[in-house]
C-alpha cells in the first residue's frame, strides 16, 4: 500500500489520505513505513506476544471503529487478505462508509488454505464497494462470486510497484551472512516458511529435502531467514543448524529482502506475495503449498506448486538445478502480475468514481509472450 499512498498524495488537490495501522505485526510494518517515509495519522499498536487470531481482530475492529468515527473518510482502503484488512472492512461497513479492496479476487476456494487468508479475502470482497483487482483471472473470481463487472477494476499489483522502486543494481547487506554467501561463488536456493498449515511435519520434509540437494550439490548454497514463531525455529534448529551452507538469519526487512531475491537463482516458499515478487526478477519460484491463490503464476510458467512432500520438493529443486533449459523457461516466462503503473490506475478510477475525471484509465493485460 505504500506505493499507492505515495500516488494518492501527488493527487492532494483532490485527495486527502490518511494511513491508519494497526502493528498487527509490528516490526514488519516500522521498517516498510520507514523504507517509503511514511508516516501513519493513526497507530493502533495492537501487537502483543501470543495473541490470538480472535484477539487481533477484535482489537483491530474495535480500534478502527474509533479512527474512522473521528476521521469520517469518505472511503476506506484495504489491502489484500490479512486480518486487519477484514476487521477495517467490516468495521467501515458498520459506519456505512464504502470500502475499496486492493488486490481483490484471489482464490484458492479452500477455507482453510491459506488459512486464515482465504476467508479473509473473500469476506472482505462481500463487504467492498470497489474491487481492484491485480488480474483477469481475479476479477473472473468476483465475476462468478457475483460482484457487479462495473464495480471491478483490473489495475496489477501494486507489489510490482513497490518492488521496482526498490531493488537496486548495488546493494549492500548489513548481515555479514548474506554477503558471505553472495561472495561464496555457489549457486543459491532462498527459503522462506511461515505457514500455519505447514508447521511441524510438513516442514521438516521441507528441510529435509534442502538438505539432500546441498549434500548432493557442493556448489549450492541456501539462505533462509528464519520466521520468528518459536514451531518454525524449532524443526529448523533440529534440521538445519549447523550445516555449511545453509546461511540461516534473522527475518529481514522489506528491501533487503527484495535485493535479496534479485542475487539469488531460485525461490523456495509458502509465501503468498513472493509468488509474484520473483517472478518479477526472473526468479523460479517452487512454492511449499497444495494450494495457491495466485493461478496466473502457475499458468504462466514462472511457478510450480510442490507442496511440501519430501519426493515432490527434492525432485523439482533438482531439476531447476540439473537442467538448465527447464530453468530458463522459469525464469524467462512473463511476469503476470503488473507493470508498475498498478498504483496509477487505482488513483485514477478513484478520481473517476468521485467525479473529479471524466476519463476512466486502460486495464492493466499482461504482456504476450
Do not use: W
Not at 267 to 277: N, P
Request: with cysteine.
Amino acid at each position: 500500500m505504500c506505493p499507492l499512498v505515495m500516488e494518492l498524495r501527488r493527487h492532494n488537490v483532490y485527495i486527502e489520505p490518511m494511513v491508519a495501522v494497526t502493528a498487527q505485526h509490528r516490526e514488519m510494518l516500522d521498517q516498510v513505513l520507514h523504507l517509503f517515509k511514511i508516516k501513519p495519522d493513526y497507530d493502533l499498536n495492537i501487537m502483543t506476544s501470543g495473541q490470538t487470531l480472535h484477539d487481533v481482530t477484535v482489537k483491530a475492529l474495535l480500534g478502527l471503529r474509533d479512527v474512522f468515527a473521528e476521521a469520517k473518510p469518505d472511503l476506506v482502503l484495504v489491502h489484500g487478505d490479512t486480518t486487519t484488512t477484514f476487521a477495517g472492512s467490516l468495521a467501515a461497513y458498520y459506519a456505512q462508509i464504502p470500502v475499496g479492496h486492493v488486490e481483490a479476487g484471489l482464490r484458492t476456494g479452500n477455507k482453510y488454505s491459506p488459512f486464515p487468508e482465504e476467508m479473509n479475502r473473500k469476506l472482505t470482497g462481500s463487504l467492498a464497494d470497489y474491487h481492484f483487482a491485480p488480474t483477469l483471472t481475479s476479477k473472473n473470481n468476483l465475476l462468478k462470486e457475483n460482484v457487479n463487472s462495473k464495480n471491478i477494476f483490473v489495475t496489477g499489483n501494486t507489489v510490482i510497484d513497490a518492488l521496482n522502486t526498490t531493488v537496486q543494481r548495488e546493494f549492500t547487506f548489513s548481515d555479514p551472512r548474506i554477503e558471505q554467501a553472495l561472495k561464496s561463488g555457489k549457486r543459491l536456493i532462498l527459503m522462506t516458511t511461515h505457514r500455519r498449515e505447514n508447521l511441524g511435519e510438513p516442514m521438516r520434509h521441507v528441510y529435509r529435502a534442502l538438505k539432500e540437494v546441498l549434500r548432493t550439490h557442493p556448489d549450492v548454497g541456501a539462505i533462509f531467514p528464519v520466521h520468528k514463531n518459536p514451531k518454525v525455529r524449532h524443526v529448523v534448529q533440529e534440521e538445519l543448524s549447523g550445516l555449511e551452507h545453509v546461511y540461516l538469519t534473522e527475518p529481514m526487512d522489506y528491501e533487503p529482502f527484495a535485493n535479496l531475491m534479485a542475487r539469488v537463482d531460485l525461490v523456495l516458499t509458502d509465501s503468498g506475495g513472493i509468488q509474484e515478487e520473483a517472478p518479477a526478477l526472473g526468479k523460479p519460484v517452487l512454492v511449499l503449498r497444495n494450494t495457491t491463490e495466485r493461478p496466473e503464476a502457475v499458468t504462466a510458467g514462472t511457478v510450480q506448486l510442490v507442496g511440501t512432500e519430501y519426493a515432490a520438493v527434492l525432485q523439482k529443486t533438482l531439476q531447476l538445478l540439473d537442467d538448465s533449459s527447464y530453468y530458463r523457461r522459469m525464469a524467462e516466462a512473463v511476469n503476470p502480475y503488473g507493470d508498475g503503473h498498478a498504483c496509477e490506475r487505482i488513483c485514477g478510477m478513484l478520481l473517476h468514481a468521485f467525479g473529479y475525471s471524466g476519463e476512466v484509465p486502460a486495464e492493466f493485460l499482461p504482456q504476450k509472450d
